[in-house]
């Protein structure tokens, strides 16, 4: 009986530490090109054309600034409001999604199936006094449900330096 207190005595330990653990992922603060983000600990960052790209096991973001100077050489109005710049966002990748609005975050999603694995799409649009910026979070289709609150909670994280 006293052995059989003490396994779980030990086990009761073990998933305290395992769920102290799990819940307890650090955040760190990346930054790039005047921008801030916080996301959880493990992203590798690099440059994929042009933009900063962070990869974890799980979850790809990807971040874009076109600044205005930019856009105003191909022609392109810069006077937008974030709902028009992300409806010019979908036009310009083919994409048809319903742009949605809520606490401050402009913000549309989507998926595609590149390669047979579905992988959903949540970006958001920004405006800086020199750019606008688009944050495309994704992560497979079976992983949504467990990324889709972190990437508003990352997205809500984003300060710009300007």
């Known amino acids: 009986m006293r052995l059989y207190k003490k396994a779980l005595c030990v086990l009761l ?27 959880d600990e493990g992203f590798e960052v690099s440059e994929y054309y042009g933009m ?20 105003e050489e191909k022609g392109e109005e810069i006077d937008m409001d974030l709902e028009e710049y992300a409806d010019f966002l979908l036009k310009s990748i083919s994409i048809t999604a319903e742009i949605k609005t809520e606490d401050g975050l402009t913000y549309f999603e989507y998926s595609k199936t590149p390669e047979s694995v579905q992988y959903c799409y949540f970006v958001t649009v920004h405006k800086t006094a020199d750019a606008f910026w688009y ?28």
């Open 13 to 39: 330990i073990l998933q305290i530490l395992f769920l102290l653990v799990a819940c307890g992922k650090s955040e760190i603060a990346y930054s790039a090109d005047g921008m801030t983000i916080t996301m």
């Open 52 to 71: 900063t790209y962070y990869d974890s096991e799980d979850v790809q973001v990807y971040v874009a600034k076109e600044e205005f100077s930019v856009l």
């Open 135 to 162: 944050f495309t979070f994704t992560c497979e289709e079976s992983l949504i449900s467990e990324y889709r609150p972190r990437f508003e909670k990352w997205a809500r994280s984003i300060v710009f330096d300007i």
